[in-house]
């Protein structure tokens, strides 16, 4: 009998309920972005973070505390998308 109260550590997830399942790990294509626009926001996310501190492009001053370094993060969630793009994106 099923308890919601206990959570049971052991069982593996039912294949069948994909309603919990929804993950931010999943490629952009399949939320409706064309594949093209994920992989030029990667590219333009790589070329952000491989820019040097204070170099060419900078959205954010990093000598802010907190908020200086939310632009990087930014960049590396383009790029993870761009990578899930990549390895997901025709299945």
Do not use: H
């Not at 294509?29 to 064309?34: D, T």
């Amino acid at each position: 009998m099923f308890d919601p109260t206990k959570i049971e550590v052991f069982t593996q997830p039912d294949p069948e309920d994909k309603t919990k399942r929804k993950t931010i790990f999943e490629p952009l294509s399949s939320r409706g972005f064309p594949r093209w626009l994920v992989f030029a926001l990667a590219a333009i996310g790589l070329v952000y973070i491989l820019n040097p501190t204070f170099g060419l492009i900078e959205l954010i001053p990093d000598n802010l505390p907190i908020i200086g370094n939310l632009d990087e993060g930014a960049a590396f969630m383009l790029i993870m998308y761009g990578v899930i793009e990549l390895l997901n994106g025709k299945r």
